[in-house]
């Protein structure tokens, strides 16, 4: 068998169903479909054993421990030469597994990914969130679909690894957010080759609201320090930028509230300009990549939320593990799966 499918799961049975369904539609069925339940109180067995003739699925259920513990558990008892982690919020096209299969042909390697898309069913707000996770204006691209990157850093919504390389590294640590990152940087240490596989995309809803999100962004702040401390050397420039953008918020929405507070509409106008400029840039390209105008004024909100999220968890951890010598530590542990 070539493909294994690793899915961990918490409180998601309308998501696995829709992924399951994606994966009977696929061109290329060399595969099996490994969904572990990671100690959910909403399980998803019955939704599972609806496409035990369609597929060869396994479950498991376990109590909780994290999704990156929960696939190191579910690749234990693959047996593809390949592992594919996939979140259990993706939906595949029909030829993701096709376009995996060429690419392997074409260039081999021990380690890929793959970006992610928006499909049309997505709400707005999830539209919204996806533009905040992929723009140039927020991430910077460095999050896939971008060939021309001299090194991608697969993330676990869309992950394939050669078993062999996946047991030899012992999988994802400990790490409860950013163990993918942690991961895919140990492959580059060990001397795997990695690689960016910009037409194996999938479907990814992300989190279905900005309260979700905020969460989601403020963890994945925290752990760029974390990962900074376990990796010397991997931080990057762009890695600061949204806590740049964040204290520059605030900075000028204390100046806009002072000059308010003396009665300077000008000067509170004039405080307020770089950020309403970014957020007219914000609109008009994301209103030009989705053709919605709806989707524009949500990306507004999805991208100060994705840079101020990520900029505070980072500023938290830099002050408490860089100033004060604490530990790791996560925020939102017992509500982000939810």
């Not at 054993?49 to 909780?64: F, G, I, M, S, T």
């Not at 994802?172 to 037409?199: Q, V, W």
């Not at 990057?236 to 100046?255: D, E, I, N, Q, S």
């Not at 999805?302 to 530990?327: D, H, I, K, M, P």
Request: with cysteine; net charge neutral; proline share 4%.
């Amino acid at each position: 068998m070539k493909y294994s499918v690793i899915v961990p799961v918490y409180n998601r049975p309308n998501e696995c169903e829709e992924l399951l369904e994606s994966l009977t539609y696929q061109t290329q069925r060399d595969f099996e479909v490994i969904i572990v339940e990671d100690g959910s109180s909403v399980p998803c067995r019955d939704v599972v054993e609806r496409y035990a003739e369609k597929l060869a699925v396994h479950y498991y259920d376990k109590p909780n421990s994290g999704p990156g513990q929960t696939r190191n558990y579910g690749v234990e008892r693959a047996n593809g030469e390949y592992v594919i982690i996939l979140d259990s919020d993706v939906v595949l096209p029909e030829g993701y597994f096709a376009a995996i299969d060429a690419e392997l042909a074409a260039n081999p390697c021990d380690a890929f990914g793959g970006p992610d898309r928006a499909h049309e069913s997505f709400s707005t707000t999830q539209k919204a969130i996806n533009y905040a996770m992929t723009s140039f204006f927020t991430t910077g691209g460095i999050r896939g679909g971008k060939a021309k990157l001299d090194k991608f850093y697969p993330r676990s919504f869309n992950m394939g690894v050669r078993r062999e390389v996946y047991q030899a590294l012992a999988g994802f640590s400990a790490m409860r957010f950013g163990e993918d990152i942690d991961f895919s940087t140990r492959i580059f240490k060990s001397g795997y080759r990695c690689r960016l596989f910009p037409e194996a995309w999938v479907y990814h809803k992300r989190r279905t609201d900005l309260k979700k999100f905020f969460k989601q962004v403020h963890n994945s702040g925290i752990a760029r320090i974390h990962l900074s401390h376990r990796h010397p050397g991997t931080h990057k420039l762009v890695h600061l930028l949204p806590a740049v953008f964040t204290l520059g918020v605030a900075f000028l929405l204390v100046l806009a509230l002072l000059s308010l507070c003396f009665g300077c509409e000008i000067g509170t106008l004039v405080s307020l300009s770089p950020l309403l400029l970014f957020a007219l840039l914000i609109a008009v390209d994301a209103t030009r990549q989705s053709r919605s105008l709806a989707v524009g004024i949500t990306a507004i909100a999805a991208a100060f939320v994705q840079l101020t999220g990520y900029g505070t968890g980072y500023l938290s951890a830099w002050w408490r593990c860089n100033v004060r010598g604490e530990g790791e530590f996560e925020a939102f542990s017992q509500t982000f799966y939810q």
